[in-house]
């Protein structure tokens, strides 16, 4: 068999795969399948006549030097192209995760040992990250199935329900959660309950009318239900015009216990729903205290007459004073903030419709914070099964 015999064309390709990559000679010669000391002549040739011009013989020593010089030079070129294609990495994240994740997916390519020792981290700490991987992507799988479960519990409030509600909801169902690992799910995920704008108030004063005492003086609470009620009335946007709802709101469990929603704010809007709440009671509700604004529909003859039939006690806050009633105050900005965010009903049946279904679920699936994160109606069953316990006991 006689000795292979190349082109010129060939034997100035190979030494330039060699000079460009930074590869040993005997790696590319394998690679071509040539001789490795073929190979190593045809280099050591080039680099004669690169610093010689085709006079002298280049010396052992000057050939040396120009060799560590061009593998500075490659090692720059080749860090730099390193560097310019590890810039996404970084994007939006700094920490060392990016650093890990590029030498990870180029270290065949460029070699452990040198990522490291560009990017300034050791090959112990990145074989560690490696080895961890696997937990790694478990975790990126229970985040990801943590937040669609979020998601879900969030679709299904309607947007209505943050941090402190969904935390409960998912310890409900599930093994405990941190409310700060759900606050962070829900930041990266875009999910936020929702917050309320300041509305218009529908409180009109009669001057003349007679004012009933305070008898609440901004205590908000009651050690049962059906001792203390409070209700207000508020503006809901439907097609060109406004409808108004009244509440009857048990202090005790925060249950709507009756409601009207009406086209009007005559008396009878008022009257209507404390009679509501009265047949929610058994129509026997005869001491219990029923506090609101001053607004000419509670200082209404018609509306004293109502409550003196059955037997309830009115009282009244100040004039413009929020705080009087902030227990119907604050049950109105939940409704704006959950029911009437970003909608307009067209017609009344379809706003009557919403707002039943809204108070059903306030009722008897809504989360309250004051309540131990359960809804009014369970609470109250609550309640009534700790007092039966007790006298049975």
Not at 91 to 98: A, F, K, L, Q
Not at 156 to 168: F, H, N, S, W
Not at 188 to 216: C, E, M, N, Y
Not at 290 to 316: E, K, L, N, V, W
Request: glycine share 8%.
């Amino acid at each position: 068999m006689g000795t292979a015999r190349y082109s010129e064309e060939f034997k100035q390709d190979a030494i330039k795969l060699v000079a460009s990559t930074g590869r040993s000679v005997n790696s590319v010669a394998k690679d071509l399948g040539v001789n490795t000391e073929s190979l190593r002549k045809w280099v050591r040739a080039a680099e004669d006549a690169e610093v010689g011009g085709g006079g002298e013989p280049v010396t052992p020593a000057e050939r040396e030097e120009l060799k560590r010089l061009r593998k500075q030079v490659r090692e720059l070129e080749l860090e730099k192209e390193i560097l310019k294609k590890a810039a996404q990495y970084f994007e939006g994240d700094g920490s060392m995760t990016g650093r890990w994740r590029f030498i990870s997916d180029h270290h065949m390519e460029y070699g452990i040992q040198r990522l490291c020792r560009i990017f300034g981290v050791s090959r112990s700490g990145f074989y560690r990250w490696r080895a961890a991987a696997p937990a790694r992507a478990a975790g990126a799988a229970a985040e990801a199935a943590l937040t669609e479960r979020i998601r879900g519990i969030h679709t299904g409030t309607k947007g209505a329900y943050g941090v402190p509600r969904i935390t409960r909801e998912l310890r409900e169902s599930g093994p405990v959660v941190n409310h700060k690992r759900v606050a962070r799910l829900m930041r990266s995920a875009g999910i936020a309950g929702r917050h309320l704008r300041k509305g218009k108030r529908a409180t009109v004063q009669d001057a003349r009318a007679p004012k009933a005492p305070d008898l609440v003086k901004r205590d908000f609470t009651a050690h049962r239900t059906d001792v203390r009620w409070c209700g207000d009335i508020t503006y809901l946007p439907v097609g060109n015009h406004w409808m108004y709802l009244a509440t009857v709101i048990d202090m005790h469990s925060r249950r709507v216990v009756g409601w009207s929603l009406a086209e009007h704010m005559r008396a009878d809007l008022v009257i209507n729903a404390i009679e509501a709440a009265v047949a929610t009671r058994g129509g026997s509700v005869d001491g219990v205290v029923f506090h609101s604004d001053r607004g000419t529909q509670y200082t209404s003859d018609a509306f004293a007459a109502a409550c003196r039939r059955h037997g309830i006690r009115r009282s009244m806050g100040r004039v413009g004073s929020s705080y009087d009633n902030a227990m119907a105050e604050s049950f109105f900005a939940s409704i704006k903030r959950e029911l009437l965010h970003g909608e307009r009903w067209k017609h009344a049946p379809e706003a009557r419709m919403a707002v039943f279904s809204w108070l059903a679920w306030y009722n008897n699936r809504r989360r309250h914070s004051a309540l131990g994160h359960i809804s009014p109606v369970e609470f109250e069953r609550q309640a009534i099964t700790s007092r039966s316990l007790k006298l049975a006991a």
